[in-house]
C-alpha cells in the first residue's frame, strides 16, 4: 500500500474518531444540561417554596399559642390579622409551588399535605371559636389536645414534601456529575 493511501486512511480513521467524540460529548452535555435544569428550575424551587411553607406552618402554630394569651378584643384583632397574612405567605407559597412539575410520587405527597392542611385548618377556626368564646382552661385544653393531635399530623406531610424535593434535587444533582 502506498504511503499517500496510508495516510488517508489513518486520517480519515482519526475524522471519524473526532466526530465520534464530538457527537458523544454533545449527548453527555446535553444529558448534563438537562440534569441542571431540573435542578434549578424544578427541584431547587420545590425545596425552597415547601420550605417556606413549613416555615410559615411553624409560624402560624405559634401565633395560635399567643391566642392563648390574648387580653382584649384589640390583641385578638392584631393577631388574628397576623394569622391571617401568615395564611396568604402559605396559600401563595403554595401557588407557586404548584407552578412547578410534579412528578406522580410528589403529586401524591402534596395531596396528603393538602388533606391534612384541610384539617389543620378546621381545628384552628375551632379553637378560635373557643378563645373568642371566653372559657381559657377549654382553649387551652383544646390546644394541648385535640388542637396538638392535628398539627403533629399535618407537619410530617410537610416534612415528607421537603424531604422528596431534596432527595430530587439530590439525585438530579448525581445524574449531572456522572
Do not use: C, W
Not at 391566642?67 to 378584643?73: G, Y
Not at 412547578?100 to 395531596?111: F, N
Not at 384552628?124 to 399530623?153: L, N, T, W
Amino acid at each position: 500500500m502506498r504511503i499517500s493511501l496510508k495516510l488517508t486512511l489513518a486520517f480519515s480513521v482519526l475524522v471519524a474518531f473526532v466526530i465520534a467524540m464530538g457527537f458523544l460529548g454533545m449527548k453527555y452535555i446535553g444529558d448534563i444540561h438537562r440534569s441542571l435544569e431540573n435542578v434549578s428550575n424544578n427541584a431547587l424551587p420545590s425545596v425552597r417554596y415547601s420550605g417556606a411553607i413549613r416555615a410559615e406552618a411553624l409560624d402560624f402554630r405559634n401565633r395560635e399559642t399567643q391566642l392563648l394569651l390574648v387580653k382584649n378584643a384589640k390583641e385578638m384583632s392584631e393577631l388574628e390579622s397576623k394569622l391571617a397574612v401568615t395564611l396568604g405567605n402559605i396559600k401563595k407559597n403554595e401557588q407557586n409551588y404548584e407552578l412547578l412539575p410534579s412528578r406522580d410520587e410528589e403529586k401524591a405527597v402534596y395531596a396528603a399535605y393538602k388533606n391534612q392542611l384541610a384539617l389543620y385548618l378546621a381545628s384552628h377556626d375551632k379553637f378560635v371559636k373557643i378563645v373568642v368564646a371566653g372559657d381559657h382552661d377549654a382553649s387551652m385544653a383544646y390546644f394541648r389536645g385535640e388542637g396538638r393531635k392535628v398539627f403533629r399530623g399535618f407537619l410530617p406531610t410537610i416534612d415528607d414534601l421537603l424531604t422528596l424535593n431534596i432527595k430530587s434535587a439530590e439525585s438530579s444533582r448525581v445524574l449531572a456529575e456522572e
